[in-house]
């Protein structure tokens, strides 16, 4: 690819999977490129959700890039602070940080036919013209909050879980969370602890698996430091555990052992047989993400604290009507409502061939090709796609799979001599005909509930049907055949 006043790839979004895209693309030697980041700071997720207890419910050993291990991690399991910390010694140790380009968010993405090159253009009136975009703005980036009756009459503070409000706080005060997702069981304790009262709407339970967190010992660490191969051996030790989790994510019969240990931990922690009913799934484990919390069933226990599983009837003024009509009183309501994941894209303006719209090619719901080309839409790569992430792995690991097959595909172009990549539609169709089918079985869709993995249609739009090695061996080798290649003198005028 040949150097023009414009860089040649353009990444969206400076969190894990933004900045591997830009580490592997140096490493490659391709160096022109920017990183645009809306906001001041890097870390994607990380740096957005700054909840009161937030974390990351994968083992911190294994939530590192596999080039770049964390020997500083103070817990079994890294709280937020922690993560972002380790993103940007990741980004000065790299010297990312010449690269990215703060406060500059993508309003639109448009591509240039004749130039086989995007218009890329910000809210700050900014145009970038690269051959290659790479989308990493996140799969979970818009928060979501329900459209509740009554939700904008209400007087006192709201707010969701991703956009904490720290100039408020909930200390003394009357606090009503919406959700038990995976993000509630993380504040929720903390919340409890100095709310006068707090009410918990439950919708469904969620399965809870303990979790076996604590700081690791000074011994650990200095050994972790020191001994060769010794973090190595946890990360993998773990890794392997996660990867065999997921076959009963694909068998759900597999899934009775897991869904033991959950009831286990609610039969010790939940004394009170009408609570635990209400906390009790009626769905097989792992259909929903499963929690891992040990804290979180003894918050719902305290005295100021209640769950509530009577369906919200309406946001009123002063706090919230459940269906059987009584009446809480609150002075916060934190909604713990999840994001918008199938709608994906919904803000930005993405045009393709022909004038085809990100919305138009994805009708019938969100497809890609191994969860990061879409046909239709040359020399554009998108980071954690439609199903290429979804259950309880370790999305660093794939994060780093796709960037190592987007820079083999900006390889191959360079050798080809072409300016065109583009993922032939039959190939998507095919894959996809493939994804569907071995979901189909798996505990997402046919476990018994409903979940953010799935779309309106009731289509599993996120997970990855399978274990993270097998995605990683499909994404090793970019198959020629999979894509068309072509130079801008090549095509009929
Ligand atoms: O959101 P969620 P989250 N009325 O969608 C409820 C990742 N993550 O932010 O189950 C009442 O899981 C909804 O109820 P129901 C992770 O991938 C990772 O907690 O739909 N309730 C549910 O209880 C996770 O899966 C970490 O019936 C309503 C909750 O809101 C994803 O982010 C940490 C409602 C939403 O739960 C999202 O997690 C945190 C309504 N109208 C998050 N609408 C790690 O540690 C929704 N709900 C890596």
Redesign the pocket.
């Known amino acids: 690819m040949t150097a023009g006043t414009h860089p040649q790839v353009i990444i969206v979004g400076a969190g894990f999977a933004g900045l591997c895209t830009a580490i592997k693309l140096a490493e490659a030697g391709i160096e022109d490129f920017r990183i645009l980041e809306k906001a001041d700071e890097l870390g994607g997720t990380w740096r957005e ?1 700054t909840y009161p207890g937030c ?4 083992p911190s050993l294994m939530y590192s890039y596999s080039f770049a291990p964390n020997p500083h991690w103070s817990r079994m399991y890294a709280r937020q602070p922690e993560i972002l910390d380790y993103l940007r010694r990741v980004v000065r140790r790299y010297d990312l940080g010449r690269y990215i380009e703060f406060g500059t968010e993508v309003t639109s993405y448009e591509f240039d036919e004749e130039a086989d090159r995007w218009w890329v253009r910000t809210a700050g009136g900014r145009t970038y013209h690269p051959r290659i975009v790479v989308a990493a703005p996140g799969p ?1 980036h818009e928060p979501k909050i ?1 459209e ?1 009756p009554g939700r904008e009459r209400f007087r006192g503070t709201s707010f969701h ?2 956009e904490w409000d720290h100039s408020y706080d909930t200390a003394g005060k009357r606090v009503a969370v ?7 069981v ?1 504040f929720i304790p903390r919340l409890a602890r100095d709310a006068q009262r707090m009410s918990v ?4 339970p ?1 399965w809870v698996l303990p979790k076996w967190d604590r700081r690791l010992t000074r011994t650990e660490r200095v050994a972790f430091r020191v001994v060769p191969g010794l973090r190595r051996l946890y990360r993998y030790a773990i890794y392997w555990i996660h990867e065999a989790l997921i076959l009963g994510f694909l068998h759900p019969r597999l899934m009775r052992r897991i869904e033991a240990i959950a009831r286990g931990q609610l039969r010790r922690q939940v004394a009170d047989p009408e609570l635990r009913r209400d906390l009790t799934p009626d769905y097989t484990i792992g259909c ?2 499963i929690l891992i919390s040990s804290d979180y069933y003894p918050a719902l226990q305290r005295e100021n604290v209640e769950l509530v599983t009577g369906g ?1 009837a309406e946001i009123t003024p002063d706090g919230i009507r459940t269906r059987d009509g009584s009446e809480r009183e609150f002075d916060a309501i934190v909604y ?4 918008a994941v199938t709608d994906r894209f919904a803000a930005e303006r993405i045009v393709g061939k022909g004038g085809l719209t990100i919305q138009q090619a994805w009708r019938d719901g969100m497809e890609a090709f191994q969860g990061i080309a879409v046909a239709g839409f040359p020399n554009f790569f998108l980071m954690l796609g439609p199903n290429s992430g979804g259950g309880n792995q370790s999305i660093v690991f794939m994060i780093e799979a796709q960037a190592g097959y987007i820079v083999q595909c900006l390889r191959q172009m360079e050798q080809r001599d072409v300016t065109r990549i583009e993922v032939r539609p039959a190939v998507q169709r095919r894959f996809n005909q493939w994804v569907h089918g071995k979901l189909a079985g798996s505990v997402w869709n046919s476990g018994g509930c ?3 993995y799935l779309d309106d249609t009731g289509a599993n739009r996120a997970a990855w049907p399978g274990s993270s090695v097998s995605y990683w061996r499909r994404m090793r080798q970019v198959n020629p055949e999979h894509f068309e290649w072509t130079a801008a003198a090549d095509r009929e005028p």
């Open positions: 959700n974390g990351c419910d994968v979970l329900p509740l879980s991703a919406i959700g038990t997702g995976a993000s509630a993380q709407f439950q919708r469904t969620h929903k993400r919200i713990a409502t999840g994001f409903d979940s953010w």
